[in-house]
């Protein structure tokens, strides 16, 4: 199996900064799009950043021009960085890995467990 281990959440002041981690680890023979998705109470979840493994990037307008995704294929790991944070980006954020993985392999989806990020006075 693949698991996803997720951290930096917390509480930030409006305008601050907080960057996310998350390291897949387990049965992987390959990796493709790494992405985070953030779920508020009461809505759907929804994408906030994606990298495909070739390195495009996509974000919804929400967040583009103060989020960045990037990820490091050594080590398994994405990373969103995230600033200008304004009340709204309040929520569960989510690691997302569609990887080949486990045995026998299979290629589908893998989620982090989430962390919370709460921005606020």
């Known amino acids: 199996q693949v698991q996803l281990v997720e951290s930096g959440g917390g509480l ?8 996310l981690s998350c390291t897949a680890s387990g049965t992987i023979f390959s990796i493709y799009a790494m992405g985070w998705y953030r779920q508020a109470p009461g809505k759907q979840r ?8 070739g390195g495009s990037t996509t974000y919804p307008d929400s ?3 103060r989020f960045t995704i ?3 294929n050594a080590k398994n790991a994405v990373y969103l960085h995230m600033n200008s944070l304004k ?4 929520a569960v954020y989510y690691c997302n890995v569609d990887a ?3 045995w026998p392999p299979v290629r589908r989806d893998y989620w982090g467990q989430g962390t919370q990020v709460t921005v606020s006075v």
């Open 63 to 65: 967040v583009k021009g």
């Open 87 to 90: 009340p709204e980006d309040t």
């Open 70 to 72: 990037s990820r490091d």
């Open 12 to 19: 930030v002041q409006p305008g601050g900064s907080l960057r």
């Open 46 to 53: 929804e994408l906030v950043a994606a990298v495909t493994d």
């Open 100 to 102: 080949l993985g486990g």
